[in-house]
Structures are given as C-alpha cells and as structure tokens.
C-alpha cells in the first residue's frame, strides 16, 4: 500500500536550517509528481512547493521561494525539503502529498498524505 | 496570485441533511479544483479532483460541481464521520493555493 512518511521536524532557532525527508513505499516514486504542504498551528492549509516526476519542474510558493527548496532521490525513494533562514512564520506541520496526476501534468492535487512532521522555529 | 474563498465559514448541520460549501476563485481556473476533508490532528484526505472526479474510496455521497470561477461541493445525506474541516484547492496555475476552510459541525 502507498505510505508516505515525514521526518526531519524538530524545534529550530530563528535563521537556521533543517531538512525535511520523505520516504515514499508502495508505488513508484518516480511517476508522480510530489508536493509539500503546511499547516501552522489552528490554521488552514498553506501549498509549499511540488517537484515533477523527474525532477526537472519545480514550483515554490511566494512566502518560501529562496529560503526553501524541494528535492527528490528516486532512487533512494525519498523527497526533501531543505529550508534555510528559517522564520518564526515557518512554524508549521509539514505534509509531504504524491500529486494524483501523471505526466505530463505536474499538479492536480494530492492523493496521499504522509501523517506530518511538525516544525517549531523559536528562540 | 489566485485567491480561493469558500463560504460559508462554518455551518452547522444534522446527520441525514444535505450539505453545499461553495468556493469561488479570484480568476478563471476551468476545471482545476479539488476538494479535501481534514478532521482534527490528521492529514487531509482527497475527495474531488478536476471539480467533479471522485476519488477512488470515496463514498458516493459527495459530489462536486463547477467550472471557471465558482464550484460547490455536495454531500447528499451526512454521516457522522463527515463532521470535519473541507478544503477547496485551486491547480491551474502556480502557486497552488487553497479556501480558508469551511468547518462542518453537528447541530
């Protein structure tokens, strides 16, 4: 069955860095377009960034693009979020999804969710 | 940037009654919608994608409707597994952005 599972998440000061990983099982990673999603505490749903199957297409929100970048290993099954100066406005679960849609397209929407990895930047 | 709204906010409602969350978007974005369900502590679940596909596993119950700038999404006769948080999400261009939410609670 598809699992994808977050890790990496952690309390963090101000202007650091960490890395976010995501394993993927059960499907092959290399034919879907993946995402990352985050959710600040209490708030809604906020789209993050989405890598194409091959790497090659990425796409960042506003509030993130140079501070934040999606990368993926598809042959060792896993996506990444490498996040640098980190913010207090960054705190947040963080969710990796796999797009339900196949290539050509890279975005339509997320099928499945890993359970979250919950970030805390804070002095 | 395209700007989601759902409305309304929150609604109240009883098991067995027919519910409609609307979202409209800021621009033109054909059929690139989805719908999601979140409950408390949980990661969102797919239910709708391109406005009116449902998502394999999802019960027949929810529909969705739309295209250009306003869709809804219709959940016939709720169970009470459905009190949740729905969220619409816009795919037509980049940045991907999603509805603030519409909270679906039991009256």
């Known amino acids: 069955q598809v699992q994808l599972v977050e890790s990496g998440g952690g309390v963090v000061q101000p202007g650091r860095s960490l890395r976010l990983s995501c394993a993927a099982s059960g499907f092959t990673l290399s034919s879907y377009a993946m995402h990352w999603v985050r959710q600040a505490p209490g708030k809604g749903l906020e789209w993050v960034a989405v890598?194409?199957?091959?790497?090659?297409?990425?796409y960042y929100a506003d509030s993130v693009k140079g501070r934040l970048t999606i990368s993926r290993d598809n042959s060792m099954n896993t996506l990444y979020l490498q996040m640098n100066s980190l913010r207090v406005e960054d705190t947040a679960v963080y969710y990796c999804?796999?797009?339900?849609?196949?290539?050509?397209?890279?975005?339509?929407?997320?099928?499945?969710w890993g359970q979250g990895t919950l970030v805390t930047v804070s002095s | 940037d395209i700007q989601m709204t759902q409305s309304p906010s929150s609604v109240s409602a009883s098991v067995g009654d027919r519910v409609t969350i609307t979202c409209r978007a800021s621009q033109g974005i054909s059929s690139w919608l989805a719908w999601y369900q979140q409950k408390p502590g949980k990661a969102p679940k797919l239910l709708i994608y391109a406005a009116s596909s449902l998502q394999s596993g999802v019960p027949s119950r929810f529909s969705g409707s739309g295209s250009g700038t306003d869709f809804t999404l219709t959940i016939s006769s709720l169970q009470p597994e459905d009190f949740a948080t729905y969220y619409c999400?816009?795919?037509?261009?980049?940045?991907?952005?999603f509805g603030q939410g519409t909270r679906l609670e039991i009256k």
């Open positions: 999804a796999r797009d339900v849609a196949t290539p050509p397209n890279t975005a339509v929407a997320g099928d499945y």
């Open positions: 890598v194409s199957n091959d790497g090659s297409k990425k």
């Open positions: 999400q816009q795919a037509n261009s980049f940045p991907l952005t």
